[in-house]
Nanobody, 125 residues
């Protein structure tokens, strides 16, 4: 079992950068695969990126490849999302998610058992 709390959201201009953090509680955090999803107003929650328990294997949706980077520091029980070259289309609530399987199982929200409450990211054009 794990509790997730996102932080680092805010307003940024197009072309700028933000780094989101997801602080996790739980002794078994390092064994969970972690992911970031986002949800824009009126749209479905969509997969952004994920990493396995080791942090050595990552996955990205096409729209963020080359711009976003997911990383984790298991010693700090924290997952990060570095967002560079941000676009107006990146505006959304960003959610941290955890999968107890520990490995990547897919892009569906149904594969992730634990979720944070989200942090708002606004990108002005």
């Amino acid at each position: 079992q794990v509790q997730l709390v996102e932080s680092g959201g805010g307003l940024v201009q197009a072309g700028g950068s933000l780094r989101l953090s997801c602080a996790a509680s739980g002794r078994t955090f390092s064994r969970y695969a972690m992911a970031w999803f986002r949800q824009a107003p009126g749209k479905e929650r969509e997969f952004v990126t994920a990493t396995t328990w080791s942090g050595d294997i990552t996955y990205y949706t096409d729209s963020v490849k080359g711009r976003f980077t997911i990383s984790r520091d298991n010693a700090k029980n924290t997952v990060y999302l570095q967002m560079n070259s941000m676009k107006h289309e990146d505006t959304a609530v960003y959610y941290c998610a955890a999968d107890e399987a520990g490995f990547y199982r897919g892009r569906s929200v149904n594969e992730y058992e634990y979720w944070g409450k989200g942090t708002q990211v606004n990108v002005s054009s």
